[in-house]
């Protein structure tokens, strides 16, 4: 198997990955990891060069401790010589001394680190989430967006906030401490390397078999966030079709594997960590017990014994801290996984890197024997040619997934299409900068999207550093200035508060203050299919009269009325034109459109 089945977000939710493709899932978190230390290596070798000095410090202990005992003791008791006893004592609490110290410098500097760290990391997934193409929003859930940005994150948080200094002081901790015992007495140091084999292979085992359970965990749990979300964010169709006790259930079953996949990691715990208490007791025992014997036989000092055994269990110590923060480090390792591989994901839709610039944008379209599908199985639009001159309105009808935003889409270039070109004023759209794309193009899409903060925040994005009075005088031009000012606080009611909440009418007149006030060269509107209420329908009518005055303009039409203020009509149908012309001319014809026509003014009748 090669390892395009793990290349971005492909294969995330797999757990069972061959060699090839875990050790490619390593390389890229490795690299992800390497590229965020970087710009902080100064600080992170220092903060090395602070550890190694407390940990040595702090393993000098015990020697200074034997020191004492079989030297300064015996100075004193044979001698009446109190120095070297002060001197040694003097050294232990320096070594203390510095030890805190150090550490308390390596506590301050590993937070800073850890935040740092955190902070690019976060800044880049929101950057890189945000840029990625629509082709990759419409397939990657929300969910999983927001796992990746806050429980996937959040982990990482954990591991190097505690984890990581903590794996970093036991595994130093452990090696000075093992140096020290073979320096004071290598013989005790004997049971030590005998006990390293065993303990080698128990975390060995414990690694490869909890590898997989961690990312079975992450991604049980990134599932939960997805249901959770996909639930909260369609919370009116799960009242509207009753869904909640289905969701209840599904729920509750996602909910049962995070469990399992939990119980599985805490069982795999349940097994090593006893077994390296059982391994480091044996070891202590034996030190304890050859020592003795060697104590009694005059071959070993009693001080010596002390520090050999102080060492032994100190060596153990850490190793048990060690297994506790492999669980967080298995933990983020999976989720560096996760995150690294959504930054891999590349934006398709790219901008220039010499675009041609665009100063007087007319609003000329042509699609030049455009081919267009989502994915290589389906072709929505097979051969597409249509040109539109400047300042003409066009309103777009036809069935239900004939490819009507599809065009919209490809015209605002949210996709590229694979053959052919899109062209405004004859510059090819892939050629253009994205900010004068944005300036001259603009979609209004359906859902009239309402961003948290007040009308006037709302309206002036449409226009970066708009005036209040620019934001006004959009607002009265397509009407929606009257009902803004009935709101409780006007034009600075939050959109977002109780009393600030807007029908469906009211959020479509103020996207089109918001496309009024950018004033692009081409508009797209992929009009609201919700019914309004006459007077609503009629304010809307006469906002969109005044919105498309002066520019190209392309309607997806869902009421017909807004037929009638277009220059031209075109009927779609399985990603082809089938009808071209004017809406008078089609209404008197024969064809599709007249029947549908003929159709609504009977219904209306
Ligand atoms: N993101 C997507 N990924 C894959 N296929 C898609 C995607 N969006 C739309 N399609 C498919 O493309 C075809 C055209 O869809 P499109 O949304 O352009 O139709 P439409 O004419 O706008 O329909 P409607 O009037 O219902 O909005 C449909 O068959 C649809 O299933």
């Known amino acids: ?199 080698f292979f128990l975390t060995r085992w414990f690694s490869n078999t909890s590898k997989k359970q961690f990312r079975e965990a992450r991604t049980f749990s990134a599932r939960l966030i997805v249901q959770f979300v996909e639930t909260m964010t369609g919370i009116r169709a799960v009242k509207a079709f009753r869904r909640e006790e289905r969701n209840e259930k599904s729920y509750a079953l996602a909910v049962d594997d995070y469990r399992e996949a939990n119980r599985k990691v805490i069982r795999l715990f349940g097994t090593y960590d006893p077994g390296l208490k059982v391994i480091g007791v044996f070891t202590l025992a034996a030190v304890l017990i050859l020592g003795s014997f060697r104590v009694a036989n005059g071959a070993m000092e009693v001080g010596v014994l002390l520090a050999a055994v102080l060492y032994t269990r100190r060596f153990f110590e850490p190793m048990e801290e060690l297994a506790m923060f492999y669980n967080s480090f298995q933990n983020a390792s999976s989720a560096l996984e996760k995150v690294s591989g959504m930054l891999e994901e590349k934006a398709t839709v790219v901008e220039p890197l010499n675009p041609t610039p665009l100063v007087h944008p007319k609003g000329k379209l042509d699609f030049n024997q455009v081919r267009f599908g989502y994915n290589d199985e389906t072709i929505v639009l097979p051969q597409l040619d249509l040109h539109i001159p400047a300042g003409q309105t066009i309103a777009l009808v036809g069935t239900t997934g004939a490819g009507k935003s599809t065009l919209a889409k490809l015209v605002a270039r949210f996709y590229d299409p694979s053959q052919g070109t899109v062209s405004l004023d004859d510059i090819d759209l892939l050629d253009l900068a994205n900010k004068d794309l944005r300036r001259a193009i603009v979609m209004v899409t359906q859902e009239s999207y309402l961003f948290s903060g007040s009308v006037s925040d709302n309206i002036g994005l449409g226009k970066p550093g708009a005036t209040q009075e620019e934001i006004e005088a959009s607002a009265k031009a397509v009407g929606a200035h009257d009902f803004i000012m009935r709101l409780p606080e006007g034009y600075d009611t939050d959109v977002n508060k109780r009393g600030g909440r807007l029908s469906a009418g009211q959020r479509q007149l103020l996207s089109f203050a918001r496309a009024f006030i950018a004033d692009p060269t081409v508009l797209i509107l992929d009009e609201a299919t919700a019914s309004l209420d006459i007077p609503s329908e009629r304010l809307v009518q006469r906002g969109l009269q005044t919105l498309l005055a002066d520019r190209t303009a392309i309607i997806i039409a869902h009421r017909l009325s807004t037929v009638s203020i277009a220059d031209r009509v075109l009927v779609m149908e399985h990603g082809e034109i089938i009808e071209d012309g004017s809406p008078e001319e089609l209404i008197a014809g024969t064809g599709k459109f007249a029947s549908l026509h003929s159709a609504w003014r009977d219904s209306l009748a």
């Open 1 to 199: 198997m090669t390892i395009a089945g793990v290349r971005g977000v492909t294969g995330e939710e797999r757990s069972d990955f061959t060699k090839q493709e875990g050790k490619r899932l390593r390389q890229r978190s490795l690299s992800l990891l390497k590229s965020l230390l970087h710009p902080v290596r100064v600080r992170l070798y220092l903060t090395l060069v602070v550890v190694v000095v407390s940990t040595a410090a702090q393993v000098a202990g015990p020697t200074l401790l034997a020191l004492g005992i079989d030297q300064g003791l015996s100075q004193v008791v044979q001698n009446h010589n109190w120095l070297p006893a002060q001197l040694i004592v003097s050294a232990y609490v320096l070594t203390a001394i510095v030890s805190s110290t150090m550490m308390a410098v390596y506590m301050r500097s590993s937070a800073v680190l850890s935040q740092t760290v955190l902070i690019d990391l976060r800044e880049r997934v929101f950057q890189h989430t945000q840029n990625l193409s629509m082709s990759f929003h419409e397939n990657y859930t929300s969910g999983r967006v927001i796992a990746r940005q806050t429980s996937d994150i959040e982990t990482l948080r954990e591991l190097l906030d505690g984890g990581i200094s903590n794996l970093f002081r036991g595994i130093l901790l452990m090696t000075f401490t093992a140096g020290a015992l073979i320096a004071l007495d290598p013989s005790s140091a004997l049971p030590l390397v005998i006990a390293l084999i065993p303990a």
